[in-house]
């Protein structure tokens, strides 16, 4: 098993930035990509970022530019940095760790809150 816990989620005015960070316990080594998804009131959770296994970052259009992923395997903590927020990048923010060879191993945290007003 693994935990993951997020945490940096709150309210902030658009064009201003936010950091989160999920912070990943437990059998670790069983997981080699870790990502960042998103989902707003009445909408699909979707890929915000991720990183794969060989440490490519891969962004969707809507954040390309202003989100940047990162990790810190000493401190087994994945970031995520977000820049010029928008309202529509309001949403709960989820922390996702999974293993590409194995689809078992799929876990979730349980999602930070991101407000930006306008």
């Known amino acids: 098993q693994v935990q993951l816990v997020e945490s940096g989620g709150c309210l902030v005015q658009a064009g201003g930035s936010l950091s989160l960070s999920c912070a990943a316990s437990?059998?670790?080594?069983?997981?080699?990509?870790m990502g960042w998804y998103r989902q707003a009131p009445g909408k699909q959770r979707e890929l915000v970022a991720q990183?794969?296994?060989?440490?490519?970052?891969i962004y969707p259009d809507s954040v390309k530019g202003r989100f940047t992923i990162s990790r810190d395997n000493a401190k087994n903590t994945l970031y995520l940095q977000m820049n010029s927020l928008k309202p529509e990048d309001t949403a709960v923010y989820y922390c996702?760790?999974?293993?590409?060879?194995?689809?078992?191993?799929?876990?979730w945290g349980q999602g930070t809150q991101v407000t930006v007003s306008s």
């Open positions: 990183i794969s296994p060989s440490g490519l970052a």
């Open positions: 996702r760790g999974w293993n590409t060879l194995n689809s078992q191993r799929n876990y």
């Open positions: 437990g059998s670790i080594s069983s997981i080699n990509a």
